[in-house]
């Protein structure tokens, strides 16, 4: 077994860092869809956006920290525009179901999606790491990109924040409140309204803030956006609804199963991820750790 860990650790940390990074994507869908009970397939389109504005910003050439700092921060605040605007466009028919939500938003990935390819062309465009996180860290006689590393750090000092507004703080507890009793929450005075744009907005920053984070790694391409959302939909899946451990979980074994399905078993890695999901959900119907309320 330690002989086997050893021979994959690479691979394992790569599984992480990937993991990570959905975990920024599924973690802003768990919440709106989950939480808000909107379905926004939009939110792969969001990710390509912030991995755009990085080849922007950053380019092959790669950059400064600061730069790079400056990067996720406009990302940040441009995706929760952008999620505050779709919070607006999908109120109409948020009591319509999840088909019409769905088609909705995908229309918009797709205009969003043309107008990135006629911006920036169909041909893969990679973005090197800041010159300071360029280089390489031994771990266990193991040479591996300290750039990753700091994804994964990144990462999880995200995971422990987004925990600790929903699960600990009042404006956590008032958006689950309005979601279990609105009119409650209402009648103590508080504007729902606001909480669920909210809501929106924060996971559509997140999924902005994943593409600057992601693309020194995953690069920026046309068709990355449907990728990112599928995997990010199968870790909300298997992570369970409304649940920020659960999104964690989840990405983080979808993570697992992407690196060492390539790198053990090539030729069924494509289904070893939905493998995966069909397993969770004969075991765990809900998804490992739902929330409550979207069990």
Sequence with gaps: MLGWLGTNLVTIIDGVAFGVLLFTIALGLSLVFGVMDVLNLAHGALYLGGAYLAVTVLGDGGGGLLVFVLAA???????????????????????????????????????????????????????????VLGGSTSILGDSYPTYRLVVIAVGLLLALGAWYLIERTRVGSLVQASVADPQMVRALGVNTTYLVTGVFAAGAALAAFGGVLGAPILSASPGLDTRVLILGLVVVVIGGLGSVSGALVGALLIGQVEALGVSLLPTYA??????????????????ILASGRAA
């Design 270 to 287: 494509s289904f070893l991820t939905f493998g995966t999901m069909a397993l969770v959900l004969l075991l765990r119907p809900s998804g």
């Design 73 to 131: 921060l406009v990302a940040l605040a441009a995706g929760a525009v952008a999620g505050a605007g779709l919070s607006l466009v999908t109120r109409p028919i948020a009591h319509r179901g999840h088909l019409d939500q769905a088609l909705l938003t995908l229309g918009i990935a797709f205009v969003l999606a043309d107008l990135f390819s006629e911006a920036y062309g169909n041909d893969v465009k990679s973005v090197a790491a800041p010159a």
